[in-house]
């Protein structure tokens, strides 16, 4: 088993596996959809399900300024 395999199983009922930055996000600011995080280990965190429909795909820019991540789609 791999490890993102390992962290899908790991969670408890009522959690979900969320990727701390999405892979895809809606930039507020510019109102486009934007390629963004990866499906990765370091990328994925436990949330209830409401904390992660709160979160939606919300561009977490102070993440993306900080580390470079920034691709249109076009």
């Known amino acids: ?22 892979l895809v ?3 507020r600011d510019t109102k486009k959809y934007v390629a963004c995080g990866l499906h990765v280990t370091w990328n994925l965190q436990y949330m209830t399900k409401s904390e992660n429909s709160r979160k939606n795909r919300w561009l977490p820019k102070h993440l993306l300024d900080e580390h470079g991540f920034w691709t249109d789609l076009k």
Request: proline share 8%; glycine share 8%.
């Open 1 to 22: 088993m791999d490890e993102i395999e390992e962290i899908y199983r790991g969670r408890l009922p009522g959690i979900t596996v969320d990727h701390i930055v999405p």
């Open 25 to 27: 996000c809606f930039d």
